[in-house]
């Protein structure tokens, strides 16, 4: 579904990572952690296709991908319901003549009871608690029926209780839909029984881990301990 060959990627010009290789396949739940300035979202943007390789190739065939940002990265300035939110990305993601004649409100409403996030579609999205904001970003990339999530930073500004009602929630839609997830997180403990690989980066490269590894690292992320 995915293959990276000594890819390097950054900005300007500057790598901040090189020479990452790694394959994800249909079904995989990979879960990518690191300390910060690591290039965990460089990474993630890159397989996205939100930054073009310095050196090397990556490899997407012909997989959709739903990405799912940071809730705090969204502009709160657009005066938007959750489900007009998720009606505006999935349209974003369709062919002009579609978003004319195909009727999705359907589609979008499942998408929002997929993610548990029906009772809220009607709210103002910059009234929505952080935790009901990721549900409506999650149901936006799921609208536009995605072969792979890719997500940033999913549990990030929630409290303990709602990271694991999230990772719980990703654990069901991963194991009903057979979708591949690749995810960024600095919260291990929700994803620890739900992911299959763990991947961690830093210093510009990557690593593959065993879960047992990974959680020492993420508890210790100094290389040297």
Not at 63 to 79: K, S
Not at 135 to 163: I, S
Request: with cysteine; glycine share 10%.
């Amino acid at each position: 579904m995915i293959a990276l060959r000594d890819l390097a990627l950054g900005y300007a010009g500057a790598a901040v990572i090189e020479g990452v290789s790694l394959e994800v396949a249909a079904g995989d739940f990979v879960v990518i952690g690191g300390p910060n300035g690591g290039g965990k979202t460089t990474l993630l943007r890159g397989i996205a296709g939100l930054l073009d390789p310095l050196a090397g190739s990556i490899t997407r065939g012909h997989t959709r991908f739903g990405y799912v940002p940071q809730h705090t990265t969204v502009d709160l300035a657009l005066p938007l319901s959750a489900i007009e939110m998720v009606e505006l990305g999935a349209s974003a993601c369709l062919p002009w003549w579609k978003t004319l004649v195909t009727p999705r409100a359907s589609f979008h409403r499942q998408a929002l009871r997929d993610c548990q996030a029906d009772a809220f579609a009607n709210k103002p999205f910059p009234a929505l608690s952080g935790g009901q904001r990721q549900r409506v970003l999650l149901a936006r990339a799921l609208a536009t029926a995605p072969d792979c999530l890719l997500l940033d930073e999913p549990t990030a500004g929630v409290d303990r209780p709602t990271q694991h009602a999230l990772a719980t929630m990703l654990g069901t839609l991963h194991r009903s839909s057979g979708r591949a997830v690749v995810l960024v997180t600095h919260q291990f403990a929700p994803f620890r029984d739900i992911a299959g690989r763990f991947v961690w980066v830093q210093d510009g490269s990557l690593r593959e881990l065993s879960a047992a590894d990974f959680n020492r690292r993420h508890d210790h992320p100094d290389p040297s301990s």
